[in-house]
T-cell receptor, first 116, second 109 residues
Framework: DAGVIQSPRHEVTEMGQEVTLRCKPI?????LFWYRQTMMRGLELLIY????????DSGMPEDRFSAKMPNASFSTLKIQPSEPRDSAVYFC??????????????FGSGTQLSVL | KQEVTQIPAALSVPEGENLVLNCSFT??????LQWFRQDPGKGLTSLLL?????REQTSGRLNASLDKSSGRSTLYIAASQPGDSATYLC????????FGAGTTVTVRA
C-alpha cells in the first residue's frame, strides 16, 4: 500500500485566499484524522471521521476551517479565508479502528502551508 | 484535559551510547501509549504501542516501558546510530490521542 497520501506537499498563498488540502487514506481504513503541527502548540487534532462521517470537530479552530470526506478514499480540509496564523504543517492520518483500540495510526507526509 | 510532557526537548549523544527519552502524562486513565518517530519534513511513524495493561514493549533496539499509575513512559534506544537522529513523540490514548512536543535526538558519528 502507498500509505496515506497528501497533496500538495507545499502551499504558499496570500492572506484572504482559499486553501484546499487533500488526503487519500490507506485503503480499508475506517478512520481519518486531520492534525495541525506548529512549534508553539505541537500536534493538535482538528477533526476526525469514521466511515466518512465527521465524529468530532471540536479541534477546528474557527468557522474558516471546514473538512469533508465525500467517500472512503478522499478527504479535504479547506480554509477560507486564510490568515497568516494558519501557517503550519497539516497532517492527515488514518487507522483501521479509532477510539479505544490498539490500532496504530498512519500519517501522511504533511502539507506545509505558508500564508503570507 | 490530558497534558503530555516530554523531557528533554533535545538530546545529543555520541554514536553507540544508549538513549533514554521520557514522557509523562497527567491523567492515568489511558487505553494505550504510542511512541512515534518524525524525520524532518516527514510525517510520523509509529514505533511502539504499549497497552495500558502492559509494562513494556520491545522492537529490536527499542524498548518502551509504561508506569500508568505514575503517569510515565520511557523509550530506550540501545547502541544509538546516526540514523536514529530524529524527533521522537509520545502520544497517549484516552479515546483521543494527545501528543507531547517531542524530543529531538542527534546522534553524532
Amino acid at each position: 500500500d502507498a500509505g496515506v497520501i497528501q497533496s500538495p506537499r507545499h502551499e504558499v498563498t496570500e492572506m484572504g485566499q482559499e486553501v484546499t488540502l487533500r488526503c487519500k487514506p490507506i485503503s480499508g481504513h475506517d478512520y481519518l484524522f486531520w492534525y495541525r503541527q506548529t512549534m508553539m502548540r505541537g500536534l493538535e487534532l482538528l477533526i476526525y471521521f469514521n466511515n466518512n462521517v465527521p465524529i468530532d470537530d471540536s479541534g477546528m479552530p474557527e468557522d474558516r476551517f471546514s473538512a469533508k470526506m465525500p467517500n472512503a478514499s478522499f478527504s479535504t480540509l479547506k480554509i477560507q479565508p486564510s490568515e497568516p496564523r494558519d501557517s503550519a504543517v497539516y497532517f492527515c492520518a488514518s487507522s483501521l479502528v479509532g477510539g479505544l483500540s490498539d490500532e496504530k495510526l498512519f500519517f501522511g507526509s504533511g502539507t506545509q502551508l505558508s500564508v503570507l | 484535559k490530558q497534558e503530555v510532557t516530554q523531557i528533554p526537548a533535545a538530546l545529543s549523544v555520541p554514536e553507540g551510547e544508549n538513549l533514554v527519552l521520557n514522557c509523562s502524562f497527567t491523567d492515568s486513565a489511558i487505553y494505550n501509549l504510542q511512541w512515534f518517530r518524525q524525520d524532518p519534513g516527514k510525517g510520523l511513524t509509529s514505533l511502539l504501542l504499549i497497552q495500558s495493561s502492559q509494562r513494556e514493549q520491545t522492537s529490536g533496539r527499542l524498548n518502551a516501558s509504561l508506569d500508568k499509575s505514575s503517569g510515565r513512559s520511557t523509550l530506550y534506544i540501545a547502541a544509538s546510530q546516526p540514523g536514529d537522529s530524529a524527533t521522537y513523540l509520545c502520544a497517549v490514548n484516552d479515546y483521543k490521542l494527545s501528543f507531547g512536543a517531542g524530543t529531538t535526538v542527534t546522534v553524532r558519528a
